[in-house]
């Protein structure tokens, strides 16, 4: 099939002229497989993602009682925008929205917004430099505030000041919001822009509260740790690591919403506890983010108490390599970008790494169900996969290749070049599930000659955006380390940003940027680049891809497996997670049957 009817048929979706189930229907009678067919689909749903993709039909709002989450890393932080762990942004998401989000199929809904902006509703110009957002009438802050258009233009220009050290900054760095009226505005972009809803599926800040923190003095806002939000919840209590209450929003935009009186998320223990606690005593109605065996899990679902979801996703975990040096210091700052690593910027050492990671027995023997092993950091949809393969485990080709590079074994067993052992330090957050891989990792670098030391932080710690700790993931003061990175939504674009030159994490933006490698890569910031402005669905997918292949073949990181996101939920709650956003994106849709 000729790429120019691919882009006919996407367009006929775009303009509504062509129901997605009448895309596939021609692009598999054009001869193309079904699920090639589906993979090509544009981002925006239909209309039934518009209205949002609940079943939950409610009566009323509240008497669904107290409900409890336990979240086995404890949320540290109440602002979304400084949120660079994914139990801080789940815990945002009872008090804030976004203008829309993703469903589980990976379609758009609102939330702030009135509708999803489209060519077909005139919201999203063809020309692909702009797109308007009509903004949902009669939505109040939590202290009565209305929510305006005034609120959406300040919260870009508080993320998008540099002085105010956003996580979220590079969604808003290059585009304009301008204020229409009240209740519409515009986002404006320098060039054409595919992925045009980046922006709003960040949390909207009350404009009142925060406005006179945009800067230096970000952090000093007492909103920080006590939000005022359009949620579905109001704040109560925040217990740094340890809980985060709210209790029913009264006045909450949508009708007969949300169910439950009162919601805890409660921190502390490890993965097993919490599944346990869901899943075999009850005493939680829900656990976030089961990092368990496999099997374990199998015989907690035996009780009947609970049950598992898998919610298919772009989640992805991985091992990362430092490219700065973490054990010197230049000016005051250990792993500053400036400096360069000392033994993993070569290559054979990064090749010998990556050959000594078992994918096939991580996923067999530690995570089942709960994870496939991938070559690639870029997975799901299909549309955006790479066919390349990897280099496979193989010890024997990791030990050849040190040798030619002049590694040598010593007296212990352990590889020494010119006086200088092959040391790394490897670390990651505390959870039997990781503490088994990286005890795999050391047995096979053992072998290969490459000492290995293990270093596992608490979650709280090691996924806080504290700057004053040495311990944390952003920091990166150690060789190696390893954990999940979430996507948020099926599209790519912005998530690839992480491993861009601009992104670099440092002591002047406060480890706020996302390239916590430290990895530099002309080819890879120019394809980036090219991939921002390509509108045509198709080339664009394949710059995507070619980012994917550029990081992963350069050894900068080692893929390990793809992991859908898996929660315990009690068994009388409905919850609709989604895996391509936070798992209380729809809280408020949560009900007891």
């Known amino acids: 099939m000729r790429e120019a009817?691919?882009?006919?048929?996407?367009?006929?979706?775009?303009?509504?002229?062509?129901?997605?189930?009448?895309?596939?229907?021609?692009l598999v009678a054009a001869g193309l497989p079904a699920p090639m067919a589906a993979s090509l689909l544009p981002i925006a749903g239909e209309a039934r993602a518009q209205a949002g993709a609940s079943t939950y039909e409610p009566s009323r709002r509240g008497g669904g009682g107290a409900l409890r989450l336990l979240f086995w890393q404890g949320p540290t932080l109440l602002n979304p925008h400084f949120a660079s762990g994914s139990k801080?942004?789940?815990?945002?998401?009872?008090?804030?929205?976004?203008?829309?989000?993703?469903?589980?199929d990976g379609n758009l809904f609102p939330l702030l917004a009135r509708e999803v902006p489209s060519l077909a509703n005139g919201g999203v110009a063809r020309d692909g430099l702009s797109v308007t957002w009509k903004l949902k009438p009669g939505v109040t802050w939590h202290d009565g505030t209305p929510f305006t258009a005034d609120d959406v233009v300040a919260t870009w220009a508080y993320a998008r000041d540099p002085a105010t050290a956003t996580i979220t900054h590079g969604s808003f760095r290059s585009i304009q919001v301008r204020k229409i009226d009240a209740l519409t505005v515009r986002h404006e972009f320098e060039r054409p822009t595919p992925f045009w809803v980046d922006a709003a599926l960040h949390p909207v800040l009350p404009r009142h509260l925060f406005a006179a923190f945009q800067g230096a003095g970000s952090r000093?806002?007492?909103?920080?740790?006590?939000?005022?939000?359009?949620?579905?919840?109001?704040?109560?209590?925040?217990?740094?690591g340890d809980l985060v209450r709210g209790e029913l929003n009264p006045t909450y935009h949508q009708p007969l919403k949300p169910h439950f009186d009162s919601v805890t998320i409660k921190g502390g223990g490890d993965a097993l506890s919490a599944a346990r606690a869901v899943l075999q005593t009850g005493e939680y109605d829900y656990a976030?983010?089961?990092?368990?065996?496999?099997?374990?899990?199998?015989?907690?679902?035996?009780?009947?108490?609970?049950?598992?979801?898998?919610?298919?996703?772009?989640?992805?975990?991985?091992?990362?390599?430092?490219?700065?040096?973490?054990?010197?210091?230049?000016?005051?700052?250990?792993?500053?970008?400036?400096?360069?690593?000392?033994?993993?910027?070569?290559?054979?050492?990064?090749?010998?790494?990556?050959?000594?990671?078992?994918?096939?027995?991580?996923?067999?023997?530690?995570?089942?169900?709960?994870?496939?092993?991938?070559?690639?950091?870029?997975?799901?949809?299909?549309?955006y996969t790479s066919r390349r393969s990897g280099p496979g485990?193989?010890?024997?080709?990791?030990?050849?290749?040190?040798?030619?590079?002049?590694?040598?074994?010593?007296?212990?067993?352990?590889?020494?070049?010119?006086?200088?052992?092959?040391?790394?330090?490897?670390?990651?957050?505390?959870?039997?599930?990781?503490?088994?891989?990286?005890?795999?990792?050391?047995?096979?670098?053992?072998?290969?000659?490459?000492?290995?030391?293990?270093?596992?932080?608490?979650?709280?710690?090691?996924?806080?955006?504290?700057?004053?700790?040495?311990?944390?993931?952003?920091?990166?003061?150690?060789?190696?380390?390893?954990y999940q990175q979430g996507r948020n939504g099926p599209d790519p674009g912005r998530f690839m940003e992480m491993f861009c030159s601009w992104q670099l994490a440092s002591r002047t933006n406060k480890w706020e940027g996302r390239n916590v490698i430290r990895w530099r890569h002309e080819a890879y910031d120019r394809t980036f680049r090219a991939a921002e402005v390509e509108v045509d669905p198709v080339r664009r997918a394949a710059l995507l891809i070619e980012l994917n292949d550029l990081v992963c073949n350069d050894g900068a990181i080692v893929p390990i497996l793809y992991r859908p996101a898996v929660s315990a939920l009690a068994r009388r709650l409905r919850a609709p997670i989604s895996g391509w956003t936070v798992e209380t994106a729809q809280i408020a849709d949560w009900f007891k049957a």
């Open 288 to 383: 976030w983010n089961i990092q368990v065996e496999d099997d374990i899990l199998r015989r907690l679902e035996e009780s009947g108490k609970g049950t598992l979801d898998f919610a298919p996703g772009g989640n992805i975990e991985y091992l990362m390599l430092n490219h700065a040096d973490p054990w010197t210091e230049v000016d005051g700052e250990r792993a500053a970008p400036g400096s360069r690593h000392p033994l993993l910027l070569e290559p054979a050492v990064r090749q010998a790494l990556a050959l000594l990671v078992d994918r096939d027995s991580i996923q067999r023997f530690l995570y089942g169900r709960g994870g496939v092993g991938s070559a690639n950091f870029l997975v799901n949809p299909p549309r």
């Open 5 to 26: 009817e691919i882009r006919a048929a996407l367009q006929a979706v775009e303009s509504g002229a062509l129901s997605r189930r009448g895309f596939i229907a021609r």
């Open 393 to 482: 485990h193989d010890p024997a080709r990791a030990e050849a290749l040190l040798e030619a590079a002049g590694w040598k074994r010593g007296p212990d067993g352990i590889r020494l070049r010119e006086g200088k052992r092959l040391r790394l330090l490897f670390q990651t957050s505390v959870n039997p599930t990781r503490q088994k891989v990286q005890g795999l990792l050391r047995q096979a670098t053992q072998r290969a000659g490459i000492e290995l030391e293990l270093k596992a932080t608490t979650a709280s710690v090691f996924f806080s955006s504290d700057p004053a700790s040495n311990d944390t993931a952003v920091k990166f003061l150690a060789d190696l380390q390893m």
């Open 220 to 240: 000093d806002a007492p909103a920080n740790a006590r939000p005022v939000g359009t949620g579905p919840y109001r704040f109560l209590e925040l217990v740094p």
């Open 88 to 104: 801080d942004v789940a815990a945002c998401r009872l008090f804030y929205e976004p203008l829309v989000d993703w469903d589980r």
